[in-house]
Nanobody
Framework: QVQLVESGGGLVQPGGSLRLSCVAS????????MGWYRQAPGKEREFVAT???????DYSNSAQGRFTISRDDAKSTLYLQMDSLYAEDTAVYFC?????????????WGQGTRVTVSS
């Protein structure tokens, strides 16, 4: 089985920064695209950022210019550097990955890490 475990969430003041991490473990042959999503209280889960295996990235409008997604395939780890945080960024952040096990591609989700932006 494959597991995605997020970390790095917490309480931060408006204007502050956080760095989220997501470690993939298990019987992984290769990791294709990885991404971050978030779900604010009372709202649906929404896309934040994604990164392909070749390093191509894409961001939501709200994340563009403030967040940076990156990955370290040697460590099977995905990162999200979040700067200039607003109260509106408060949410549970979920890691998502498309992972090859042998030649089968499957989507996995982490359990989430909570980010609270408040003074």
């Amino acid at each position: 089985q494959v597991q995605l475990v997020e970390s790095g969430g917490g309480l931060v003041q408006p204007g502050g920064s956080l760095r989220l991490s997501c470690v993939a473990s298990g019987r992984i042959s290769a990791i294709a695209a990885m991404g971050w999503y978030r779900q604010a209280p009372g709202k649906e889960r929404e896309f934040v950022a994604t990164i392909s295996s070749s390093g191509w990235t894409d961001y939501s409008n709200s994340a563009q210019g403030r967040f940076t997604i990156s990955r370290d395939d040697a460590k099977s780890t995905l990162y999200l550097q979040m700067d200039s945080l607003y109260a509106e960024d408060t949410a549970v952040y979920f890691c998502n990955a498309l992972i090859f096990i042998i030649n089968r591609l499957t989507e996995y989700w982490g359990q989430g890490t909570r980010v609270t932006v408040s003074s």
